[in-house]
T-cell receptor, first 114, second 109 residues
Framework: GAVVSQHPSRVICKSGTSVKIECRSL??????MFWYRQFPKQSLMLMAT?????????EQGVEKDKFLINHASLTLSTLTVTSAHPEDSSFYIC??????????FGSGTRLTVV | GQSLEQPSEVTAVEGAIVQINCTYQ??????LSWYQQHDGGAPTFLSY????GLEETGRFSSFLSRSDSYGYLLLQELQMKDSASYFC??????????FGTGTQLKVEL
């Protein structure tokens, strides 16, 4: 079946630094990739939608200059959390969609900002 | 936008049947999915309803009623390993998937 590889699985960074999270579709071309954030005991909240070769579309309330998304190819999307602060500590999950084949999720990245 | 409401917690005993409800309000709706998530893990797809009615996949069944903006997930022959969070999710415009509030299922002996 379709596999999405997400790295790193865990990252600890200092406040003020930037962190990049990668999401790769291994055996299919992801026409669309989605990025979610999940705080403990809460639901997955969609942050942004990215289509290959075009700018990401951000959900209301998500700062596009803080959460930079790049979808340079049909198999790779990256999320960069810039100038991270403790309140950005969360579980970030990507999801890739191949037309007509549903959604495949990455394994998630646990970000801790200290 | 879309909002999907679920009960926050459900407790049941091993071997029992449990139903997790989901009511939604949407501005665009194509179908309802169900996902399971264990602590620290990614969501795992369980079932999808694009049309009204019941879909059965092994021990899991899912139901959708578009006229009532309502769906449910039915889990049969509960096992301890079914203890997890369950989310309904609506597919809407732009192929977006919006998740419900989530239900923590606890299976007891």
């Amino acid at each position: 079946g379709a596999v999405v590889s997400q790295h790193p699985s865990r990252v600890i960074c200092k406040s003020g630094t930037s962190v990049k999270i990668e999401c790769r579709s291994l055996d299919f071309q992801a026409t669309t990739m989605f990025w979610y954030r999940q705080f403990p005991k809460q639901s997955l909240m969609l942050m942004a939608t990215s289509n290959e070769g075009s700018k990401a579309t951000y959900e209301q309330g998500v700062e596009k200059d803080k959460f930079l998304i790049n979808h340079a190819s049909l198999t790779l999307s990256t999320l960069t959390v810039t100038s991270a602060h403790p309140e950005d500590s969360s579980f970030y999950i990507c999801s890739a969609s191949e037309r007509g084949h549903g959604y495949t999720f990455g394994s998630g990245t646990r970000l801790t900002v200290v | 936008g879309q909002s999907l409401e679920q009960p926050s917690e459900v407790t049941a005993v091993e071997g029992a049947i449990v139903q997790i409800n989901c009511t939604y309000q949407t501005s665009g709706f194509y179908g309802l999915s169900w996902y399971q998530q264990h602590d620290g893990g990614a969501p795992t797809f369980l079932s999808y309803n694009g049309l009204d009615g019941l879909e059965e996949t092994g021990r899991f069944s899912s139901f959708l009623s578009r006229s009532d903006s309502y769906g449910y997930l039915l889990l049969q022959e509960l096992q301890m390993k079914d203890s997890a969070s369950y989310f309904c999710a609506a597919t809407g415009g732009g192929n977006k998937l919006t998740f419900g509030t989530g239900t923590q299922l606890k299976v007891e002996l």
